[in-house]
């Protein structure tokens, strides 16, 4: 699986597991509604300090994002984020 679309699918799941909206979690990570959007769908991709204020917004560090992500790019079939 292709990591822009691995992050997508684990920040879509962290989101929802943290029962936030888009638009809360945006507005916590001091980015735009949209661009989470994007960043959902594997349009677009985070540099490096978005990484770091959406982990921040969900409570979790940075590093468990990126791992998350790595679970997804080699086993896509485990879809469940823990």
């Not at 888009?22 to 507005?27: G, R, T, Y």
């Amino acid at each position: 699986m292709d990591p822009a679309v691995a992050f997508g699918k684990v920040l879509r799941a962290v989101r929802k597991e943290a029962r936030l909206s888009q638009e809360q979690l945006a507005l916590s990570a001091g980015v735009e509604r949209n661009f989470v959007s994007l960043i959902e769908r594997g349009i677009n991709q985070p540099t490096i300090r978005v990484v770091f204020k959406l982990a921040e917004a969900l409570n979790m560090s940075p590093a468990r994002l990126v791992e998350l992500t790595e679970q997804q790019v080699k086993f896509p079939q485990e879809a469940a984020v823990q």
